[in-house]
């Protein structure tokens, strides 16, 4: 992962979704691709023009959360990483 992307366009942490258990809550998804705690944000887009994206869970359940940010889906994976060039 490099930082000489634009400040509007997303990186990609990583070419697979992370799948998790996630309690009833509200949690913010990483947009940016450069939070240290991936798939979730740590505030570390305040340095691009992307805003993480608020993310509802009602009831406990397993999900997999978008690691590539290019997802039509967000935050949750739809397979557009398998798509990508390795070298995105």
Not at 40 to 45: A, K, L, P
């Amino acid at each position: 992962m490099t930082d000489d992307v634009p400040n509007d366009k997303p990186l990609v942490a990583k070419c697979e979704p992370t799948v998790v258990t996630l309690d009833p809550g509200i949690y913010w998804w990483c947009a940016c691709g450069r939070s240290k705690t991936q798939p979730f944000c740590d505030g570390t887009h305040e340095i691009t023009d992307i805003k993480p994206v608020k993310l509802r869970i009602k009831e406990c359940r397993e999900v997999a959360l978008c690691n590539c940010k290019h997802s039509a889906g967000k935050p949750f994976c739809d397979g557009t990483h398998s798509k990508m060039d390795s070298g995105a």
